[in-house]
């Protein structure tokens, strides 16, 4: 797309398979990522800029199961990927502090900090058992 280019609600709705209400929805949850310019009659209009945004939010909520809370914290650290399929294979998480991590699993550590703390509690459990 074109910068001068101003894409109507429609138009993007159709390009990124996504309704029209859900779009006015991820205004309102992601209101510094996407700013349409709005026109008589307040019909909302997007730039390119923010439509390839707006395919990279839907990419990382529906191909790759992150949660809005998970795509705003991306946003809040600035980073935000300008593709979500590099940025998941990129090893993105640990950029993002291993916000996608947390939203596929909802635990607040990881698989492998898991994994240690539980061979540390078999550990103390073997030595309990001497004692």
Do not use: C
């Amino acid at each position: 797309m074109d910068n001068e280019y101003f894409a109507s609600i429609n138009e993007v709705s159709k390009r990124l398979s996504v309704p029209a209400h859900t779009l006015r929805y991820w205004e309102k949850q992601f209101p510094v990522a996407i700013r349409p310019t709005t026109g008589a009659g307040g019909r909302r209009y997007y730039r390119a800029e923010t439509v390839d945004r707006l395919v990279v939010i839907r990419d990382l909520l529906y191909k790759h199961g992150m949660t809005i809370a998970g795509v705003k914290k991306l946003l809040r650290e600035g980073a935000l990927p300008k593709n979500a399929d590099d940025f998941v294979q990129g090893g993105g998480e640990a950029l993002a502090g291993n916000a996608l991590q947390q939203q596929k699993t909802g635990a607040s550590i990881n698989e492998q900090q898991l994994n240690t703390v539980i061979n540390l509690l078999e550990q103390a459990k073997d030595l309990l058992k001497v004692v």
